[in-house]
């Protein structure tokens, strides 16, 4: 068994990342994953989350706001939508997410008040960044 | 025959003009470059996401259940023609060749007896399409603030796409740019994003056959994708436009440079004739003068 796979992660407007890694932790839609090399393959989407790449040189994290993964078991591809290495993120792109996210959920409690599904997942995706800030230190206001 | 005088304003304003089109095409040299390194970083996710868009599609099929931005609404009636040009003109036959294509298409279709709609992104577009195709404008994206084309200037204009598909205003949608090839050729394209065209996947068999497991299931994670499909069309859309307009605005520029050139030459050549004529012309009459006393 091979001890690292190939890792890509790409945003739409550049390649962020391409290591060989150990380990990668990924937040799909149905729950944190961690994917090792030799992986059945899979493909799932991804919810606002922390994305953990451990390789040789030690372990990167990135902010991840939605997209999804190609797993196989020679390749670790992530599409994501957004992606700040956790670094590098400041307190006004965060500010800038948690608002989007607000936003959302205000605009679907308008459109849908007697439908709970897209209130639901907006309101999911609200608790999801405040889950990113808890883990990066940063508050939800 | 001119005066000394005018031909030499002539020349000088020339030689200006030269120099204002030698900087544009400095300028648009180095701006090239920048939007050709954003095309190729770019180009990654469009591969890797169309590989996966293809692999999905293969395995949701052509059941009814499929989503509607993937098997169309069964009818190609209203076509919605989303037209991108650039924001300034200067740039030799871009935005010409992106319009001429568009209008093309549009009186094919209109002689279909199909419906019409345009979008046009880019100011210079709607100018030229504005005489003949006016009526049929439906919305218009400004990009002149926009000095960098980034992924949420393309979902923004995806989304303005895909609500009125929500709404039913149109079955099929087109986009029309130009993909960058070298600096003296950029190819004006159209690209069907509506239903979601499926591309040529380059994979071997063997990663074809590979099944995958899908969380949640395939259809969830086609709908959630197919919209991305969309924005990530455009927006590489935009980037290659990007591109090809400043390389066709470099060598516009250069021909322009090269030609203001060739005239400052010519117009030196008749100021010297002149200049010398009047010399000739003085000396003939001191001389005759001369001559009768």
């Known amino acids: 068994?091979?001890?690292?796979?190939?890792?890509?992660?790409?945003?739409?407007?550049?390649?962020?990342?391409?290591?060989?890694?150990?380990?990668?932790?990924?937040?799909?839609?149905?729950?944190?994953?961690?994917?090792?090399?030799?992986?059945?393959?899979?493909?799932?989407?991804?919810?606002?989350?922390?994305?953990?790449?451990?390789?040789?040189?030690?372990?990167?994290?990135y902010v991840v706001t939605g997209g999804f993964a190609e797993i196989s078991p020679t390749g670790i591809s992530v599409l994501?939508?957004?992606?700040?290495?956790?670094?590098?993120?400041?307190?006004?792109?965060?500010?800038?997410?948690?608002?989007?996210?607000?936003d959302a959920l205000s605009k679907a409690q308008e459109v849908f008040a007697n439908e709970a599904g897209p209130v639901d997942e907006a309101a999911k995706l609200v608790s999801d960044m405040v889950a990113i800030g808890d883990e990066i230190g940063m508050s939800a206001r | 025959m001119p005066s000394l005088k005018d031909l030499k304003s002539r020349i000088s304003s020339v030689k200006s003009t030269r120099k204002i089109t030698k900087a544009m095409q400095m300028v648009a040299a180095a701006k090239l470059r920048r939007a050709?390194?954003?095309a190729e970083m770019a180009r990654p996710y469009a591969e890797r996401f169309n590989a996966v868009m293809g692999k999905l599609a293969a395995s949701?099929?052509?059941?009814?259940?499929?989503?509607?931005?993937?098997?169309?609404?069964?009818?190609?009636e209203v076509q919605l023609l989303v037209v991108m040009t650039a924001e300034r003109g200067l740039c030799g036959g871009f935005n010409g060749n992106i319009a001429k294509l568009a209008r093309a298409e549009a009186q094919k279709l209109l002689a279909e007896g199909k419906t019409v709609k345009i979008i046009t992104v880019g100011k210079k577009g709607r100018d030229v399409l504005k005489r003949d195709m006016g009526d049929h404008f439906i919305h218009h994206v400004d990009l002149t603030e926009v000095k960098n084309i980034g992924y949420a200037d393309a979902q923004g204009i995806a989304r303005e796409v895909l609500d009125r598909f929500d709404e039913g205003?149109?079955?099929?949608?087109?986009?029309?740019?130009?993909?960058?090839?070298?600096?003296v050729s950029q190819i004006p394209t159209m690209q069907q994003v509506i239903?979601?065209?499926?591309?040529?996947?380059?994979?071997?068999?063997?990663?074809?056959?590979?099944?995958?497991d899908y969380e949640p299931d395939e259809a969830a994670?086609?709908?959630?994708?197919?919209?991305?499909?969309?924005?990530?069309?455009?927006?590489?859309?935009?980037?290659?436009?990007?591109?090809?307009?400043?390389?066709?605005?470099?060598?516009?520029?250069?021909?322009?440079?090269?030609?203001?050139?060739?005239?400052?030459?010519?117009l030196t050549i008749e100021y010297n004739r002149t200049r010398q004529a009047v010399i000739t012309n003085e000396l003939i009459e001191i001389i005759s003068g001369a001559e009768a006393l």
């Open chain 1, 1 to 61: 068994m091979a001890d690292t796979v190939q890792f890509d992660l790409v945003s739409p407007e550049r390649l962020l990342s391409s290591v060989a890694a150990r380990e990668v932790q990924i937040p799909s839609a149905e729950g944190d994953m961690t994917a090792m090399p030799d992986h059945a393959p899979l493909i799932t989407t991804l919810r606002p989350g922390i994305l953990k790449v451990t390789s040789d040189k030690g372990t990167d994290d």
């Open chain 2, 169 to 183: 205003e149109f079955d099929v949608a087109k986009i029309f740019y130009s993909t960058f090839q070298n600096v």
């Open chain 2, 60 to 76: 949701v099929g052509d059941n009814d259940e499929a989503p509607k931005l993937l098997r169309g609404t069964g009818s190609d």
């Open chain 2, 36 to 38: 050709q390194e954003a």
């Open chain 2, 195 to 212: 239903p979601f065209d499926i591309p040529e996947t380059e994979d071997d068999a063997a990663t074809a056959d590979t099944l995958y």
């Open chain 1, 80 to 102: 994501a939508e957004q992606a700040i290495p956790c670094a590098d993120i400041t307190q006004d792109q965060y500010n800038a997410m948690v608002k989007e996210a607000n």
């Open chain 2, 221 to 266: 994670i086609l709908a959630q994708l197919l919209p991305r499909a969309v924005a990530t069309a455009i927006f590489s859309g935009l980037l290659e436009n990007g591109a090809s307009e400043q390389g066709a605005r470099m060598s516009a520029m250069d021909n322009a440079t090269r030609n203001a050139g060739e005239m400052i030459e010519d």
